[in-house]
């Protein structure tokens, strides 16, 4: 091997050893960051939750705190939220994948989608104020129609993804055998990619659960035990937006890390839930 040849060699291994460096330190640098956060958060947090903390409401006669209603307005709002965006937005990429013909059409579709999924979610609270809040009263279920309105491009585009991964000879074999193009979508096509559209809807949950700018707008902020349908009609404080009031109005910082630990580890729940069932359904589809 001639010298020019060993110096050309030498840079080559060099320029990578650098490359293979920045990569391991942008990933120490990565993870570090969520350690940190995670361990920040759960000693701030976790010596504050108690049983009577999430198992109450609050009262001022008493001067207690609970969020157990936050923790029902929560449920109540995700469940009504994910209610109205799966049957749009599965229905939405079905239709965009099967049956759409006009390409350009399709094309528009899908960037307006795009664009719909970067506007700040602080926009989408404005306007559910004065769409839905103006409708429905200041509610979760307001809150909720927002919601669902935010994840709809998420939960079109992941089912869409998913019906594109089902190979084309499934359909090319139902229709040969003499089935109709919705029997097809219904009996092989959406059997086949359940486990990309189930794991696309996890994921906007827990978006859902992070959420608080667009509710800060269109829930309100009681703290009021109610029942489903009585919650959903009235004024209702989340975690998140409960998290902002003790931390921002109240000031009681020990409730807000304790709120934060209890959201932490249920959007660390909701990632791992959706992690599992996608290789669950996978697993199934293939056996």
């Not at 489903?228 to 890390?257: I, M, P, Q, W």
């Amino acid at each position: 091997m001639t010298l020019e040849k060993r110096r050309l060699l030498g840079r080559r291994q060099l320029t990578a050893a650098l490359w293979r460096g920045a990569m391991l330190a942008a990933t120490a640098i990565t993870c570090s960051l969520a350690l940190f956060i995670v361990i920040y958060v759960s000693f701030k947090g976790l010596p504050h939750i108690t049983w009577r903390l999430v198992s109450t409401a609050p009262s001022h006669l008493q001067r207690t705190i609970g969020i157990l209603p936050d923790i029902l307005n929560t449920v109540y709002i995700i469940f009504a939220a994910v209610t109205a965006v799966l049957p749009i937005g599965a229905g939405a990429a079905v239709y965009l994948t099967e049956y759409a013909e006009n390409k350009k059409m399709v094309a528009v579709i899908e960037y307006a989608a795009e664009t719909l999924a970067g506007i700040p979610s602080v926009i989408y609270g404005l306007v559910g104020m004065l769409v839905f809040s103006g409708t429905f009263g200041t509610s979760l279920l307001s809150g909720a129609l927002t919601l669902a309105v935010m994840n709809l491009p998420t939960v079109m585009r992941t089912t869409q993804e998913s019906l594109k991964t089902v190979p084309q000879s499934y359909r090319e074999g139902a229709f040969g055998l003499g089935a109709g193009k919705w029997r097809v979508i219904r009996t092989v096509v959406l059997p086949g990619c359940s486990d990309g559209i189930i794991t696309g809807c996890i994921l906007a949950v827990g978006r859902m659960l992070g959420e608080s700018a667009a509710l800060l707008f269109t829930a309100g902020f009681a703290h009021v035990l109610n029942g489903f349908f009585d919650g959903l009609a009235g004024s209702g404080a989340t975690l998140t937006v409960a998290l902002y009031v003790y931390a921002k109005e109240r000031g009681d910082l020990e409730t807000a890390f304790a709120i934060a630990a209890i959201l932490m580890a249920l959007t660390l729940f909701v990632n791992m839930l959706a992690s599992f069932a996608g290789a669950f359904f996978k697993r199934r589809r293939e056996a």
